[in-house]
């Protein structure tokens, strides 16, 4: 489980459990060398194998068999059975004081309201600050009021309930008290493997044809696939173990019971082809700002673009339908007021991912005028043109409660967001279809989408444990 805590106000999660908790384990049949020293044959570097044990990964990684058996195959010879356990590197998982603390923004300043117009359209408020020999007039529009008085109001909430939280987390040792210790720097795997510029290329393979191309199924003793096979069409791994695929030269674990579709915006349609609605879909857009603009790293969607999702043909009937915000009150408005509706969905709650070191301490000052140490994520239900409440009337599921939080340890890597399978269980029918977009990783009984949709699955973000461990 990856619920620490489950309290009126919220959830702790501890994302890192929620990870290892997934049976990372590869599994492969060999037949017994005769010569223990005789090497293994490499690997072509454009060839797309699946493997059981990786021959790369981060430094300090032991790759070593968690155990072998034997046992026969079918023209009676033995086989031998390795499995290798991996798990997500803790480090990864380290944050141990906040990335900015108050005493870095905060300035000494007094302010002083100089006129309070009785419809509050406008406030002017001279903000004298020490040290300066001038005061600034700052005259704040009718959107920088609205924000200002949303970021009051989810920041009280957030400091009132973490506080429950976190004492819960101290009290059970899930946090600790701060410590002095200094963090070691970590050396965060080379992203070597750009997969959405590989997205890029392969749209333009004129062999490719993704109205004929059905769902590829890695079944128990599937071996080997070919790149063409996989790019822009939905893989499934149907077996009871975790397989490895080699993709341009980098590894890539696939959990058990996972599938995914590695494309762009404009190569959807395997996902429809499909042949499942999904009852759940969790979306977290690649929003325009312009820290993103000016640093050509990461690529984004205008709103037309995101309102082209189609969200409508992958959603069963009461599909819930959870969407993360950025702060941007710009944004916020788009999804209530423009993107959900087009959308045929009613916002039922909005609730906030609330960051926090291993102490407790909020990763960023709650009242930073550039970062919040939360985000947030707008909760919806599509609106059936039968208008029943579910496809199934006798099964039960509980109403969405507004204005929960979600507290968590962050991962370092950025966009690593963490899991909604456990604190959405209970909003939606048992054994549901689970979909995300948009999505950076894997996980067990989930459909994921994404032009990056491998990312966190590099095996460079995991160990291989030693035999026993």
Known sequence: MSVVHHMSPGWLLDHLSFINKI?????????PSCNKNEPTSSVPFDSLQMDSVSSFGASGTIIASDSTTKSENDDGGNHEVFTQKY???????????????????????????????MNGVKKEISISIFGKKHKRCIVFNQGELDAMEYHTKVGVRCLLISLETVQAGLKSGFL??????????????????????????????PS???????TLQLMEDDMSVTEQDLFSRVVENNSRFTKMITLMGQKYLLPPKSSFLLSDIS???????????????????????KSVKRSNRYSYLSPLQIK????????????????????????????????????????????????????????????????????????GRVQ????????NADVKVLPIPDHKLIVSVPCILHSHKP????????????DGECLELFARNLQPGWTSWGNEVLKFQHVDYFLALESGS
């Open 23 to 31: 049976n990372y384990q590869l599994h492969q049949h060999r037949e």
């Open 267 to 289: 190569c959807m349609q395997p996902l429809l082809n499909c042949g499942k609605t999904f009852d759940v879909i969790v979306i977290d857009p690649p929003w325009q700002n």
């Open 384 to 391: 059936d043109k039968t208008a029943l409440p579910l496809r």
């Open 87 to 117: 798990v997500f590197r803790s480090e990864l998982f380290d944050v141990t004081k906040p990335y900015i603390t108050p005493a870095v923004h905060k300035e000494c300043r007094q302010s002083n309201e100089k006129e309070d117009l």
């Open 419 to 430: 899991p909604l399978a456990e604190v959405l269980k209970d909003y939606i029918k048992p």
């Open 208 to 214: 490719l044809n993704v109205m004929d191309l059905q």
């Open 176 to 205: 600790f008290e701060k410590r002095d210790k200094c963090s070691e720097p970590i050396t965060l795997p080379l992203d070597t493997c750009n997969l959405s510029e590989l997205c890029e290329m392969v749209k333009h393979l």
């Open 308 to 379: 082209q999702i189609p969200v409508p043909e992958l959603a069963a009937p009461n599909c819930l339908v959870v969407t993360w915000v950025t702060n941007r009150q710009k944004h916020l408005h788009f999804v209530k007021e423009e993107l959900y509706p087009s959308w045929s969905v009613e916002i039922v709650a909005e609730w906030h991912w609330v960051k926090i070191t291993s102490s407790g301490e909020f990763v960023f000052p709650l009242d930073s005028p550039h970062k919040k140490p939360y985000e947030g994520l707008i909760l």
